[in-house]
Structures are given as C-alpha cells and as structure tokens.
C-alpha cells in the first residue's frame, strides 16, 4: 500500500525504514528536503498549499501521522477521500490535556487532579482547590517538558500564569512518582490488541534521555493494570495504530500522565529489542496486515537518546550489542538527533553497556 506520512521527522523515517519489507511505499509532507524522512519517500510540502494536500491524498490508500499536534481541520478534510489511522477521535482526545484527563475520568483510569485554567483568578482557584506543588501545563501543543511550570508556592501564581502566554492551560496536582513508566500497545483494524512490557524512562529537563526494557520489577499485577487501562482507552476511541500511555509508578499504584496516538520515543528499543518493532507494528496495523508479536527478544534492553550534540558515536559502533540509529539531523541543543539500542542477557552486562555510552547521558 501506499502510505502518506503527515510530517517528515524522524518517526516517519522509522515507519518508512520498517515498512519497506511489507512492501508498502511512503509519501510525507514537508517542506524541505533537509528533514529525517526526506530521503525515504515521495514529499509533498503542506503549509498553505492544499493542491499539495491533494497529492498527498491523491498518492496515499491510507494515512497516518507522526504528532498529535496535527491540526484536526487538515485530519476532517483529508478523511472525506482517504482513511486516517489512528482516526480523528483518537487525535481530537490526545491533542487537549483537558480531553485527555476528561477520558480517563469517565473510564475510572487514576490521574493526577486537575483543574482547567484560562485567566490568573482561574489559576488563583485551581491552587487552592489543588494545593501545592502542582505543574501548571498548556492544554495543547506541550511536548518534551514544554510549556510547563512547576508551582511550589502561591507567590508564584502570577508568574506562572504569564509564562503560559494567555493560551488554555491546565492545573495538574504534583505526583510522588517512584519512577515513569510507560506502555505501548498497538490495536489492529480487526480489533487484535498487542502489548509490549512496561518500560522504565529517565527524563533530563523534560526530555527523554534513557529507556530500560523491560522495565525491572514490575508486579505482573502492575503489567495487568496498565494493559487494562490501555485496553480501555483503546477501545474507547477505536483507535487503529499504535497508542503510547506514560505512567507514573507510585506508593498506591499506576497514575496516568499522558498518552500520545503514535510510536513514541520510549519504544525506539524495539526495533532490535522486540519481535516486531513498535514501527512495524503501526504499520501493519494501518494497512490491515496481522500485528506482530511483541515479545522482546533478549532478557534487557535499553535506549539511549543523542541528544543536541552526536558525540562519539565511534564507541557505540565497537560494542557488539549496541545499534547506533542516527536521524540525519543537524545538531542543536536539545534536539533528538538519534538513539543508540542496547541488548544485554544480564542486568550487569546492561550496566557496564550504559557505562560505556555515559558521554551520551547528561
Ligand atoms: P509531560 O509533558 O506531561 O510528559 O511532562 C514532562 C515531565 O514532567 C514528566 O515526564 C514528568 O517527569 C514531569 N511531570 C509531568 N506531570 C507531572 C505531575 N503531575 N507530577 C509530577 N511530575 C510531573
């Protein structure tokens, strides 16, 4: 099949590079041929220019995306002619932290208290109904820790409502986490749910710097849970595609943070991690093909993001069990220009692995 692509990074560079071997070709929209996945597919520049929207609908059978900051409109009109997956509900929810936390209300799936906030005196309510410490977020278009304010004292309500730049914001308790997790799953046009493990993540600064999978210690009971809560949602918004939800780990139990319609960051290990990797998996869910097996291949897996600079990738290409998957990217700080997989069979070869790539990690 022919499978449009919106956007051009590097996610669409991995769905391309894994669905290659179905023999499924790719178009994206970009605008610039400088973009990860320019040199896999077809491109059709999409801003302002809706003939070229028509190409990219004119060329694909089916469409998905790569962010779920995608606008809605552009999602309602390219769907009167061609299928999107996951579809507009999935992306409507995953889009507004408001929507988002309203589902997982409605479909008992614990999360941090929340409060919508649009003025000061609004951010003024919400802390008191809230309490402090809480993490005044956007409602829309946040990602890697931006847009995002941690309140420690009501002193602060005036400042951090002026860093949200007037735009909907929400008011989310702060939450104890032992540690974050996060559970991917994809679900098949035909209503087939696959699971991958829990996994483990390490953020600096907002943005993903390590992945552990599976994630170490996990009560089954805790694997159940999460699956439960992602069959849920799943189901609820008929989503088609792979479905990412990140947790917070605590004393009571699993909080939900976020979820996001697409293959995320935190399942980059499966490509040589798991059977059939988290990309793979979307794009056969996409296209109508079975879904893979999700089961990791070795007893540990980890994932290291390159991070603003490439650094001495040199290391990463002498370790036998290491993938070095750069994104042809330039680098500026804080820019994911790539990852680096690891495969051990025991927890020390993992850690003496993770040693050697310590010039990656902050
Ligand atoms: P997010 O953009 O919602 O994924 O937030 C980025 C990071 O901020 C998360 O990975 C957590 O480390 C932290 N964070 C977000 N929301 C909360 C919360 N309600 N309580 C504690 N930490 C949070």
Not at 39 to 46: I, K, N, P, S
Not at 205 to 230: C, F, K, S
Not at 234 to 250: A, K, N, P, R, W
Request: hydrophobic content about 40%.
């Amino acid at each position: 099949m022919k499978i449009g692509v919106l956007g051009a990074g590097q996610l669409g560079r991995m769905l391309a590079i894994s669905g290659y071997p179905l023999n499924h070709q790719f178009g994206f929209s970009g605008n610039s041929i400088d973009e990860p996945s320019a040199l896999l597919g077809h491109m059709f520049a999409l801003e302002d220019n809706k003939d070229n929207i028509e190409s990219l609908v004119a060329f694909a059978d089916v469409i998905t995306y790569e962010s779920e900051n995608t606008d809605i409109a552009i999602i309602k009109e390219i769907s009167k002619n061609v299928v999107v997956y996951p579809g507009e509900k999935s992306l409507f929810t995953t889009q507004h932290r408001g929507r988002e936390k309203a589902l997982f209300d409605q479909l008992n799936i614990p999360c941090a208290p929340y409060q919508m906030v649009n003025s000061e005196a609004d951010l003024k309510a919400a802390v008191e109904k809230i309490s402090l410490p809480a993490i005044l977020k956007t409602a829309t278009d946040g990602y890697d820790g931006k847009g995002q304010f941690l309140m420690r004292d009501e002193s602060q309500i005036t400042e951090a409502w002026q860093s949200m730049n007037g735009v909907e914001s929400i008011l989310e308790g702060f939450v104890n986490f032992k540690r974050e997790l996060s559970l991917i799953a994809v679900r098949g046009i035909d209503n087939d749910h696959r699971y991958y493990p829990l996994v483990e993540n390490t953020h600096h600064n907002g943005i993903l710097r390590l992945t552990i999978a599976p994630a170490q210690d996990i009560d089954p009971v805790v694997q159940t849970t999460a699956e439960h809560y992602m069959q849920t949602l799943l189901d609820e918004m008929g989503h088609v595609g792979v479905l990412t939800i990140e947790l917070f780990e605590t004393e009571d139990g699993l909080v939900v943070n976020e979820m996001a319609p697409r293959v995320h960051n935190s399942g980059h290990w499966s490509i040589e991690g798991a059977n059939t990797s988290q990309f793979e998996n979307h794009v056969r869910a996409i296209t109508g093909m079975s879904l893979g097996d999700t089961t990791p291949v070795h007893n540990f897996s980890a994932m290291v993001n390159i991070i603003g600079k490439t650094g001495p990738t040199n290391i990463v290409l002498k370790m036998p069990n290491a993938h070095l998957h750069l994104y042809d990217k330039t680098e500026r700080a804080d820019r994911k220009l790539g990852h680096i997989n690891i495969m051990a069979s025991t927890q020390t070869e993992l850690d003496e692995s993770i040693e050697k790539l310590k010039d990656f990690l902050p």
